[in-house]
């Protein structure tokens, strides 16, 4: 049987969050966005006083022990007010956190998930190089064995919360020869953290969205790791960057979502204010059609991420599902920010309006956690049978309802 109804406790969630996020970000995003400040002490300390740091990790490595669903309503509602708050839920808990519960020894969920979870510290991923982004095998950092430690040298670019985090989940060669042929076998996962000797880092200040987040680059100098902060077997670090973006993709569709719907509610609200012709704007045809297809956007949206979670809960492989989620919802995002510009007509184009910057904050994630171009591929290779995803030896514990 299949039930559309939120649980009791999704519905209290979603309400908490709505209401934070209204009361102490909305008054202060435009501000925040024009300044490009990140607002680390407002924020940090309000998603962790929700628990929203730890909220689908198990509550024995600090989380709120919630389940999957959750962290997409959390997602979605804070998206909906800006989506430098729901980039904090995708690389710390997404991308990091779900990856060191399912990968991660005993040891490394005792000294980095906990106090993560916890929202003691904040942590991110580290992938993307200047010279490697949907091609992530081109990746340059490696990281040599030197006694009981792994000496990394490299840089990442463009990475979320790159000047803030305490921690990051950071990709390397470990294998040259196979650096060489591009044979991902060769690639490992590491713990760094931003006190080890050799890491500096710095803001990528060109920025044009998403201006109220932190984005930027950090460079490990001949930093040294200890060989117990490699996360899975040596080799597994290409299987690990994929299992993580299955959990970051899941967030981002959950965040386009809520984009989707701020620029549904913006624009119905503004098309009952504005007139011309003597009429309210929203009585023209085409006004309305760009407003049906928000909803429709929307919905579509709501359904295919609210699957995805669903089969995170039950423990199935998603990997297909979560993409298509993700591509479909950031799209759709795309179009309803243009058309919600569009319905503000000249007040969309200023900065007095939110639109405005929901159509700068959207595009990013057409681009990360796998370009739209690179998800179309994915979606017709599984159905041509170019693509099939083996089991892996490492799976998301999957949610226990009788918790
Ligand atoms: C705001 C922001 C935050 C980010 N945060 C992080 C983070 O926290 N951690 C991290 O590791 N990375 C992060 N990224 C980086 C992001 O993941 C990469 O930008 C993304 O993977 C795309 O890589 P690229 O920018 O190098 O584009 P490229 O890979 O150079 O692609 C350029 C264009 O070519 C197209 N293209 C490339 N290959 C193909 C192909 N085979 N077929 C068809 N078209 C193709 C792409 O779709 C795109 O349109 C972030 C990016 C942004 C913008």
New binding site residues.
Partial sequence: MIGFDLADEHRLLEQTVREWAARDVAPYIREHDRQHHFDRERILTGLKALGLLGVCVPQEYGGAGMDYLSLGIASEELEYVDTSLRVIMS?HVGLNCLTLLAWGTEDQKRRYLVPQAAGDKLA?????EPG????ARAIQTTAVKKGDRYVLTGE?T???LADVADHFLVFAWTDQAKKQQRDPSGISAFIVERSFKGFSSGPLKE?W??LAGN?GYFVMDGMEVPEENMVGRPGEGFKIAMFALDQGRFTVAAGATGLIRACRDASVRYAKERQTFGVEIAQHQLVKQMIAQMESDYQASRLLWLRSGWMKNEGRRNTKETGLAKWVATVASERAASDAVQIHGANGYSDEYPVGRFYRNCK?AV????????HT?MQADYLLGYRTDRPSRCELPPYATDK
């Fill in positions: 690389v991110g991923y580290g992938l993307t490697a982004g949907s091609d990442k463009w990475i979320s920025k969205g998403i984005t990013a681009i990360y956690e796998g370009t739209r171009e690179i591929l």
